[in-house]
């Protein structure tokens, strides 16, 4: 908590710190496949599985989490194309 008040009261270059995010840009930048997808990709099949063979109550938290990981990947390619046009030649 103390990093979003000190982001809340920061102006001009300390501003843009808390911008960073180290995750994302570490996938973004990786040539093989980064062990943030291999991690995904492995948690996403656990799910799949509860949701065919779990109970009703994990059948829903893990429907939740698999929309939140699919939303996650979304973005995570949304970002690698406007990063692939940022680099683009004009």
Same mark, same amino acid.
């Given at each position: 908590m103390k990093s979003v008040a000190k982001a809340q009261t920061s102006s001009g270059a300390d501003d843009i710190e808390w #911008?960073?995010?180290p995750?994302?840009?570490e996938t973004l930048t990786?040539?093989?496949?980064?062990?943030?997808?291999v991690? &995904?990709?492995k948690t996403c099949r656990l799910l799949n599985e509860?949701?065919?063979?779990?109970?009703?109550?994990?059948?829903? #938290?893990?429907?939740?989490?698999?929309?939140?990981?699919?939303?996650s990947l979304d973005l995570l390619r949304l970002l690698a194309e &406007?990063?692939?046009?940022a680099s683009e030649p004009k």
């Open positions: #911008r960073h995010f995750v994302f840009e990786a040539e093989p496949p980064a062990p943030l997808l991690k &995904v990709e509860l949701m065919i063979s779990g109970s009703e109550a994990e059948k829903v #938290r893990a429907k939740s989490a698999m929309t939140a990981y699919g939303r &406007v990063r692939d046009r």
